[in-house]
């Protein structure tokens, strides 16, 4: 029988407490994105300087990174379902501020102005910055079979996703037809819907650790020398990072749609889906046809493709045509990162995970945010435009970097 004809793209999805952790991070994703664009939008709707939209980056990259070695630390030493159900606890407070701060919103403007919505943000930074490492480590732990890990990253990808698809319009259309209120109501409402699904997932003990018992800068140390030696995790998280350091332009998008595109809340809630959009495309494609030959030379011209995107996006003026390039941008940029989170998953021991994903996290996730901060500042110094143009080129620069030093990753096969 042929191997295509052995694969099953729905094994995962046979795992009873596998479900319920995708419907989980459904919710909570459907929830994050929809406060992204309410927020994104309010901040400008009240600034009108697109530095400040950068500045939302900045408030939760800060306290991401400064928690994130430490998160993979504990991620390891305490057992995963209960650090995820205390940090969406966290998340559920934050998304009752900001429900509470638009009920009275013009006092607290008039005093405040935007500062309670970057503290708040703040809060969240911290809460996702132990939400990482313990999801990443966590989801092994509901599949067991090692054969599976790649069919399990990809539905959890499509997972996240399809939430990313429906977030952002579902957040456009909520704060144009319904307000700011009412868009943060669904978002608190989502955040306590995933924690109820994580709450009927059973907890599970940690995996065994190797060798003599650590303290944590020896913890530490550990998790990095093993990332920092191994080329191949190394390079791809090196590449994803600058590629979205650079290459990140959805946190200028309420300026695309405000000013330059001109089709309001509505129009940037599909702008926001758009990368989304690719991407399920292609998590459904590869979970059918996953990838195995020549995965490293693949995930680069993905990025390369992502970064095409990126300068094409910036140089649109019409609405279909920006929505097509981040519709493509997100198909190539989900290959990328199923190769990374499968390489990762599959060259990392059990015991180490919690370590991995939080320098998974600083390169990646955080990167996130600092590249919005970086959008947002060369914004303000070059123009809108010039620096989404800048940050496609750079991206395309760095792949080409990458390819040429990192030969391991070139050759990497599954």
């Known amino acids: ?210 060798g003599p018992k650590l303290n944590i800068k020896e913890s530490l140390q550990t998790g990095l020398k093993f990332v920092f030696g191994n080329q191949i995790i190394l390079s791809a998280l090196a590449l994803d990072m600058f590629a979205v350091l650079f290459g990140g332009a959805v946190i200028l998008l309420p300026v695309f749609a405000s000013d330059i595109l001109q089709i309001g809340p509505q129009g940037l809630g599909a702008l926001r889906s758009a990368p989304a959009i690719g991407s399920v495309g292609m998590a459904l494609y590869l979970a059918y046809h996953p990838i195995t030959k020549d995965a490293g030379k693949k995930m680069l011209w993905c990025v390369a493709g992502f970064g095409a995107c990126i300068i094409g996006f910036g140089l649109s003026n019409l609405f279909w045509l920006s929505f097509f390039l981040l519709m493509m941008s997100g198909l190539l940029d989900s290959v990328s990162m199923i190769i990374r989170s499968t390489l990762i998953h599959t060259f990392t021991p059990e015991y180490m995970k919690g370590r991995v994903s939080s320098v998974n996290n600083i390169f990646v996730g955080s990167s996130n945010e600092i590249g919005s901060f970086e959008s947002g500042l060369a914004a303000k110094l070059m123009g809108v435009v010039p620096s989404v143009v800048f940050g496609g080129t750079m991206t395309i620069l760095i792949v080409s970097f990458t390819a040429w030093k990192a030969d391991q990753l070139r050759k990497l096969s599954f």
């Open 1 to 210: 029988m042929p191997n295509a004809e052995r694969h099953d793209p729905y094994a995962v999805l046979r795992l009873p407490e596998f479900r319920l952790f995708v419907s989980a991070r459904f919710c909570i994703t459907l929830a994050m994105q929809i406060q992204a664009v309410v927020v994104g939008w309010q901040i400008y709707d009240i600034t009108k300087d697109p530095f400040s939209l950068g500045l939302i980056g900045l408030a939760e990259a800060i306290p991401s990174i400064t928690v994130a070695l430490y998160a993979g630390h504990v991620a390891d030493i305490v057992p995963r379902k209960r650090i995820i159900i205390t940090v969406l606890s966290v998340l559920l407070f934050c998304s009752l501020a900001l429900l509470v701060y638009t009920m009275g919103v013009g006092e607290f403007l008039r005093t405040w102005g935007t500062v309670p919505i970057y503290g708040i943000i703040f809060l969240s930074g911290i809460a996702r910055g132990f939400m990482g490492p313990a999801v990443f480590s966590f989801m092994p732990q509901l599949v067991k079979d090692k054969r599976l890990y790649a069919n399990a990253i990809t539905w959890s990808s499509t997972t996240w996703q399809a939430a990313s698809v429906a977030g952002p319009a579902i957040g456009g259309l909520l704060y144009a037809f319904g307000g700011v209120t009412m868009a943060f109501s669904v978002d608190a409402a989502l955040v306590l819907l995933s924690l109820l699904f994580y709450g009927f997932i059973a907890g599970r003990p940690l995996p065994e650790s190797q």
